[in-house]
């Protein structure tokens, strides 16, 4: 199903915003890097199995990817690309799924807070279709509150993994 892309201002006024923050001692550019590196991101954001990137620019404003969460095929377009400072897409297809919803973009924006540590905000903006809006507010907003906790958690686990004994 085709989706509606948005650029990066409408992340910030979606109807419905879920976000997760946690901090970070990793530099900004440890941080980016990770994001950047697509084929790890099923390391630590545990709902995804795979992700590939489609064309030629893997980097950058304009670049796309193919995220997939079990048999779900998510197609995305990177409107936001800062090193060291913001990353974020917009979703331009979904496939295998009924949509709940119209539009979506996600965006990681990282905060220095000094050099070895950064709060890293995950920040999820979803356009539901007008008659489930109430089920986003009521049910899914915990829900993917926590999936986002827990991919933040993933990354500082990912950055710092536990030595094997």
């Not at 006024?13 to 976000?19: E, L, T």
């Not at 590196?37 to 489609?54: G, M």
């Not at 070895?116 to 899914?140: H, S």
Request: aromatic share 8%; net charge negative.
């Amino acid at each position: 199903m085709e989706m509606t892309p948005q650029p990066p201002e409408w992340t910030d006024r979606a109807p419905v915003k879920i976000s997760a923050s946690r901090e970070i001692v990793a530099s900004s550019d440890e941080i980016f890097a990770a994001l950047a590196d697509h084929q790890s991101w099923p390391q630590w954001f545990s709902q995804l199995t795979k992700i590939e990137s489609l064309g030629e620019l893997t980097e950058g404003v304009g670049s796309k990817r193919r995220a997939f969460v079990n048999k779900v095929e998510i197609d995305e377009e990177f409107i936001e690309w800062e090193p060291g400072t913001v990353w974020g897409f917009t979703v331009t297809a979904v496939r295998g799924v009924p949509s709940m919803i119209e539009s979506m973009s996600e965006r990681v924006s990282i905060q220095q807070l000094s050099p070895d540590r950064c709060r890293v905000t995950y920040l999820m903006a979803i356009g539901p279709r007008r008659r489930i809006v109430w089920l986003f507010d009521k049910v899914l907003r915990k829900v993917l509150a926590k999936k986002l906790s827990g991919a933040l958690a993933g990354l500082d686990h990912y950055l710092h993994p536990t030595e094997q004994q």
